[in-house]
């Protein structure tokens, strides 16, 4: 296999699909990011726990920023694309036209989004069967995986959607099938987040068994029956169509996708982190864990061999780097609670008006503010009385539970900019204390993480990266390109187009180049 002395001018595109904007990016063989684009896409809320998107407008998204990305260079030397997105449920008829997944009939929103709770019943319905392969996803399954989503389509759409469905994707398989017409599923969305397994492929007991053998009659056509590794070269590459879309030549190269948060942990898992003195030089990639925090986070770490821990996903073979087992745990609401916290408080007004003052976001504005308030005491200080509990949005591990709901303690009648401070940093705070409960859960069940890699939005707030390394206990490395996860997505197009062999030795060219920097 020749490694990273290839000749100049060999460019690869990552697109990102996470759940506020779509971003893409041009690298190197290098793995040096030249050039970045991101856009915004819609999300509608038609109902409390019900969110859709539409796969037209993301797919619109994601030509706009490939075409800004590439201008400027000569298109031609464009070898390979690859595609990550959050683990979306796409619905598209026999002739691969938008359904509608809600009660008002707007095809326009045919996709369930991946943190969608609207199917409680179905899953806690799936979960009492006790099949043989929750095992595989921590014991008990998500309301956030498809399985549920599917039996609430048929339950609650039968005329309008399940009937006329002919195709169901995870969102990044309907990118790499829209760019190449190709409908083979990545494994990586298969064995996540629809119990395909990658040693023994779909157990048709488990559709059976759940009111689903519609699936298991015509031999898996809608859900997938060609499986393809993440970054196998799909078909001819970039049908006429989407390459006039994308503004790329027909043919490049087009890669098996993964999910956004694996796209992140391919990006970062495999840093070189020779020369920064760090702990975790020389010891095995087993003992990393790679963070993919933006709307929520992600915790992948990965095993030579199985590992069962109750409430973490997985163990899943093969869904992240080749030849190693996967467990995801994760927390369902994190940049979202962040969020949701900072703009719900009274004082956010006065807190935008004086961050754009000093243009400045409004999170650098509040760690300043932070700094300026705690006065010679360490930040911790300031929430000795004000406590949260993070699960607005159910707990997706270690505890299994999406009914829990979230909590503050300690409030009291005052609603200045101090207490908005104050409540954001506890908001990091027990957001970090999520965390180290995942990892306790993880090392009990035989992990032994020594060393945290952050990637996503949420690692460019200093805060957040200092909490999880306080709160952790760890040492906390980021990557000087911080779109970690796009460079993930860039790998695979790289693989696709022949001039790597593989996605892991690929992980570890890529990241020779990429200097660290890390909290202590
Ligand atoms: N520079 C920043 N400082 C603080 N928070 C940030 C910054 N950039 C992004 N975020 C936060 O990260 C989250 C979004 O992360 P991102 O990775 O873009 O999400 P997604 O992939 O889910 O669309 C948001 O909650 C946002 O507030
Ligand atoms: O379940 C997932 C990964 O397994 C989702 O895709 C993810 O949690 C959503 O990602 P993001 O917060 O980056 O938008």
Redesign the pocket.
Known sequence: MSGGDQEPGRYYVGV??????V?AALVDQRGVLLAFA?QPINKWEPQFSHHEQSSEDIWAACCVVTKKVVQGIDVNQVRGLGFDA?CSLVVLDKQFHPLPVNLEGDSRRNIIMWLDHRAVSQVHRINETQHSVLQYVGGVMSVEMQAPKLLWLKENLRETCWDKAGHFFDLPDFLSWKATGVTARSLCSLVCKWTYSAEKGWDDSFWKTIGLEDFVADNYSKIGNQVLPPGASLGNGLTPEAAKDLGLPAGVAVAASLI?AHAGGLGVIGADVRGHGLSCEGQPVTSRLAV?????SCHMGISRDPIFVPGVWGPYFSAMVPGFWLNEGGQSV??????HMVQGHAAFPELQAKAAARCQ????YLNSHLDLIKKAQPVGFLTVDLHVWPDFHGNRSPLADLTLKGMVTGLKLSQDLDDLAILYLATVQAIAFGTRLIIEAMEAAGHSVSTLFL??????????VQMHADITGMPVILSQEVES?LVGAAILGACASGDFASVQIYIYLFHLHLPLSKYL
Do not use: E, H, Q, W
């Open positions: 990102d699909v996470g759940t506020g904007s971003r991101d959050t956004d993919i925090c933006g709307t929520s994190t940049g979202k609670l962040i969020d976001s409004v999170y650098a990637c996503g939005g949420l690692s460019k707030n200093p805060l957040f996860v």
